[in-house]
């Protein structure tokens, strides 16, 4: 209603009405006021024609002193001035560590040339955090043009490929790091668009085409696999030539993957995991991670407890007795169990997981008792717990573990 009312005014009635906005701001104790007068007064002078020019530099001079915008919701705010606060942000090379992102994330939402222009100067930053955000901003923007005039031969950290007009550009990047491409392409069509260089992290999603991975023969930086539901890959015999140390298997795929001599770390979902063989056959693997409630662990920890390296496992279980019939895992250091409905039988995680430094649990079910008792005699063991049920679970024995012992609710679901 202000900014209108500056509007309709006569110059002189919006010059003063402007000049006392500015006033107040100055005057105002905290900065969320300041900042809310300043930038309401700025609102206010573009939308006066042939605004006085002393009082349009004290206007720029007021708004130049918050930014850069602290929130989202200020981001947001001050991407409505338009190329307007474009003008008043700093260049890529005096970006100060500090306020770098924000500045980088204000321009984004400009979704202007003359912002897309500052945001080519982003694309060349040393620091691989501002980096990242240009490459965030791409779906603000029309894709063609943002690829043009910002991403063109820029050395990106990581991106997320959503589109085709996206996939398109991809072999004109400089590089990229970490990269996820999301959509059906050929082997073909992957290898002619992904970068050869510098790629350690590839993530292929949602690929109903694909049916070899023998295109990545040609990456040999690659150490970082993923595929997620690509139901029509049969082809595995790629992997096995790559220098990996981390593998992501979930959704729908075909076909067994032999085990990999490099991998560290393991994630595959449930309906994945016998697809990976027996875990004494992955001789350096450290982390197991599987995904997904299941049903019946046993067969999974007792692969787990031959597995001459592990000592990090990650899975999701209704209840502690199901851990009964599993024989004991020394070499396990670190547990996470989550989806727990039956948290009682605490007695169970010190006898099957002697070795525990680290625990989790994520509890799920009705409020009931947490029996911490049991895990006293653990004098290394940090636990940390997470609660998404209806109301805190009671937690017995937990001053014993002090500062070694968190607790988060979460919001219940």
Not at 74 to 89: P, Q, R, S
Not at 142 to 152: A, N
Not at 207 to 225: C, M, T, V
Not at 305 to 324: F, K, V, Y
Request: aromatic fraction near 4%; hydrophobic fraction near 40%.
């Amino acid at each position: 209603m202000i900014v209108l009312a500056a509007g309709h005014a006569s110059r002189p009635a919006a010059g003063h009405l402007i000049t006392d906005l500015l006033g107040r701001g100055d005057a105002a104790e905290h900065r969320a006021e300041r900042y809310r007068l300043h930038a309401l007064a700025a609102r206010c002078a573009l939308n006066v024609q042939s605004l006085n020019s002393g009082l349009m530099e004290m206007v720029k001079d007021r708004v130049g002193s918050i930014l850069p915008p602290r929130d989202r919701e200020e981001i947001e705010d001050l991407a409505g001035l338009g190329d307007w606060v474009v003008g008043l942000l700093p260049d890529a090379e005096q970006l100060r560590d500090r306020v770098a992102l924000n500045t980088v994330r204000l321009l984004g939402r400009v979704r202007s040339v003359k912002a897309r222009q500052k945001l080519r100067q982003c694309a060349a930053h040393p620091d691989p955090a501002v980096r990242s955000e240009v490459a965030k901003a791409w779906d603000l923007h029309p894709l063609q043009q943002y690829g043009e005039e910002v991403l063109d031969g820029a050395h990106l950290p990581d991106l997320l490929v959503d589109h085709p007009a996206k996939f398109l550009r991809l072999s004109r990047l400089g590089s990229v790091a970490k990269l996820t491409v999301r959509g059906s392409y050929v082997a073909e069509e992957l290898d002619n668009q992904l970068p050869a260089q510098h790629i350690e992290s590839l993530a292929i999603w949602d690929n109903e085409a694909i049916e070899s991975l023998d295109f990545l023969r040609g990456r040999p930086g690659l150490r970082a696999l993923e595929l997620q539901n690509c139901p029509a890959l049969r082809d595995f015999s790629a992997v096995r030539d790559l220098r990996l140390t981390a593998l992501r298997l979930t959704g729908v795929v075909q076909g067994g993957i032999a085990p990999h001599p490099g991998v560290l770390h393991l994630e595959a979902g449930i309906e994945n995991v016998g697809r990976l063989g027996d875990l004494e056959a992955w001789p350096n693997l450290r982390a197991l991670t599987v995904e997904g409630y299941c049903r019946n662990p046993l067969w999974i920890l007792r692969s787990a407890r031959n597995a001459p390296q592990l000592t990090r496992i990650a899975l999701g279980i209704d209840s502690l007795r199901e851990l009964q019939p599993v024989d004991p895992l020394p070499r396990v250091e670190r547990l996470m169990l989550t989806g727990l409905w039956d948290y009682r039988d605490t007695r169970e995680l010190r006898r099957v997981f002697p070795g525990l430094r680290r625990l989790a649990l994520g509890l799920s079910g009705p409020p009931g008792a947490l029996d911490l008792r049991e895990l006293h005699g653990m004098p290394d063991l940090r636990v940390e717990l997470w609660s998404s049920g209806t109301g805190d679970p009671d937690i017995v024995g937990a001053e014993a573990f002090g500062e070694r012992l968190r607790f988060h609710q979460l919001p219940h679901t």
